[in-house]
């Protein structure tokens, strides 16, 4: 099952999707020019082999709901999210402002 659910915060428009899988959830909320995933984002990939893509995203571990995803502190971000001020640590809320 696919649930996509809007958030408003402080103002801004985001979209978060959840996709039920076989024994585990993917979890993302976008912004208007980044965003924030589950464990399975592979922030290496984009770094690495989509460099020339300047994708900026964050990852968080260990959540179960988009909630969680919301207040998590990233564990790890992309090149191009640390150089809009997203960093390691960071909650969700607060790394989505950056990338809205």
Do not use: W
């Not at 208007?32 to 893509?53: Q, T």
Request: hydrophobic residues 45%; charged residues 20%; proline residues 3%.
């Amino acid at each position: 099952m696919i649930d996509v659910q809007p958030f408003t915060i402080e103002g801004e428009l985001y979209q978060g999707v959840s996709v039920s899988l076989p024994k585990t959830t993917l979890l993302m909320i976008t912004g208007k020019k980044g965003y924030i995933m589950c464990g399975a984002l592979d922030v290496r990939l984009l770094n690495d082999k989509l460099a020339d893509r300047n994708v900026l995203a964050g990852k968080a571990v260990g959540v179960r709901t988009l909630d969680d995803l919301l207040h998590a502190p990233l564990a790890e971000v992309t090149i191009g999210a640390e150089k809009a001020g997203v960093h390691v640590g960071m909650s969700g809320i607060d790394a989505l402002k950056k990338l809205n």
